[in-house]
């Protein structure tokens, strides 16, 4: 009777199965965990990107239309549909650099990933007639993001009045 007393009481612990199911299943549970980490980190970098992407189209747009003068509005250099709106002087390769907000950084790293940031931004225009005769020129700012996987681009459009454009011209539309 003592050799089944024994047998029948089960030693404390765990045995090397439930261990190992144990590990199994924290493992996956980490790795969703740190993918699903890695993929929200994703999101607000596309989405930050988005808002200053936003952020820059808004202000050359508003500086296009308040300030139709400081821009050159080149309908030779443009296919019948289009052509480019430009600052003064020869655009860069690849379109206009972002610089980024002028404000007091707290630390020179914080300066320096800013500068970093908004070296990924680049912004050309385009307008076109839409209509013979239209009374606004229709204006579309595009804003290159590059990225290391990919390049995406913000487009955003607004109405100028053709009546102050084509004053700069000399009254040709």
Do not use: C
Not at 86 to 110: C, H, I, K, M
Not at 120 to 138: L, N, Q, V
């Amino acid at each position: 009777m003592t050799v089944e007393k024994a047998s029948s009481k089960r030693a404390g612990g765990f045995t090397l199965l439930e261990v190992v199911v144990a590990l199994t299943v924290v493992s996956v549970a980490v790795t969703v965990l740190v993918s699903v980490f890695g993929a929200s980190l994703t999101l607000s970098r596309n989405a930050r990107d988005r808002a200053v992407a936003l952020e820059v189209a808004q202000t050359t747009l508003n500086e296009i239309v308040r300030f139709p003068a400081h821009f050159v509005w080149d309908r030779q250099a443009g296919d019948a549909a289009s052509f480019p709106v430009r600052l003064q002087g020869e655009p860069p390769p690849g379109g206009y650099p972002v610089s980024p907000p002028d404000v007091l950084y707290q630390t020179e790293a914080a300066r320096q990933r800013a500068e970093n940031r908004y070296a990924r931004f680049r912004w050309t225009a385009f307008a076109r007639i839409p209509d013979p005769g239209a009374a606004a020129y229709e204006v579309t700012v595009l804003v290159n993001i590059s990225g290391a996987d990919r390049n995406r681009t913000l487009s955003l459009t607004t109405l100028v009045p053709a009546a102050g454009v084509d004053a700069l011209r000399g009254g040709a539309p």
